[in-house]
């Protein structure tokens, strides 16, 4: 394997880091059980290069039942808590330190079974806009079949049911 192309051709380099504290708001909670994401990283701010957000559950929220993606990878950091991620085959109990990547196409779901709050990273490479996916899945409930089954199209979302 080697280095991509370079994508910064200057000679000086640049003052372009990006900041977020520690202290910032969540960008959605969910109404109906109080998930709170937080858009660490999103595909607009780093060039499309990549995704990074902290997924705070409550106990007995549930999460995807299996899916896949066929334009991006997914990755989990479990922060604190159990969360019960599908790797394809089996249902597994990742930990605090646990890392799960699914490469694109590889089928997954997860879910928080352990009655307690659970905190991971979730990383998304190349960085799609999930903002607007993890937003709507808050009103999937509200919209009829057809736009059910375009929005999950327009987000990448293949489900195996």
């Not at 709170?36 to 957000?53: D, E, K, M, N, Q």
């Not at 330190?97 to 352990?114: E, L, T, Y």
Request: proline residues 9%; aromatic residues 14%; hydrophobic residues 30%.
């Amino acid at each position: 394997m080697t280095y991509p192309p370079p994508r910064y051709h200057g000679v000086t380099g640049e003052k372009s880091a990006l900041y977020r504290p520690a202290d910032t708001p969540p960008e959605y909670i969910y109404p109906d059980n109080g998930t709170r994401i937080h858009h660490l990283a999103t595909g607009a701010s780093t060039g499309g290069l990549f995704g990074l957000y902290r997924w705070e559950c409550g106990p007995g929220v549930t999460g995807p039942n299996p899916h896949f993606h066929r334009t991006i990878s997914e990755s989990f950091y479990i922060l604190s808590g159990v969360m019960n991620i599908y790797n394809g085959e089996k249902w597994i109990e990742a930990e605090p330190g646990d890392w799960v990547h699914v490469p694109i196409g590889g089928i997954h779901g997860f879910k928080n079974r352990s009655g307690a709050p659970v905190s991971m990273l979730l990383h998304f490479s190349p960085g799609a806009p999930r903002e607007s996916y993890f937003e709507g899945v808050a009103h999937v409930g509200e919209m009829t079949e057809q736009e059910r089954i375009e929005f999950y199209s327009k987000h990448d979302n293949i489900w195996l049911d």
